[in-house]
């Protein structure tokens, strides 16, 4: 239980202490869904980003 739980918090982390965001910048609900909706989705790059980049003096063609 624990950790399905680490797993699915761990999203909020990174856009809290990654990207900053601890308050809604705008007054309407859908500027904010779109905004959150864009951190959701960078911090999935983020949580993959050694993945999606190649080892460091390796060449991929």
């Not at 739980?5 to 856009?15: G, L, Q, S, T």
């Not at 900053?20 to 909706?37: C, D, E, I, M």
């Amino acid at each position: 239980k624990a950790s399905l739980r680490a797993k699915v918090e761990h999203p909020f982390r990174v856009i809290k202490r990654q990207f900053g965001y601890v308050k809604v910048r705008y007054r309407g609900l859908a500027k904010n869904t779109a905004q959150v909706l864009t951190l959701f989705a960078l911090s999935n790059l983020w949580l993959t980003r050694k993945a999606l980049m190649p080892a460091a003096g390796k060449l991929c063609l």
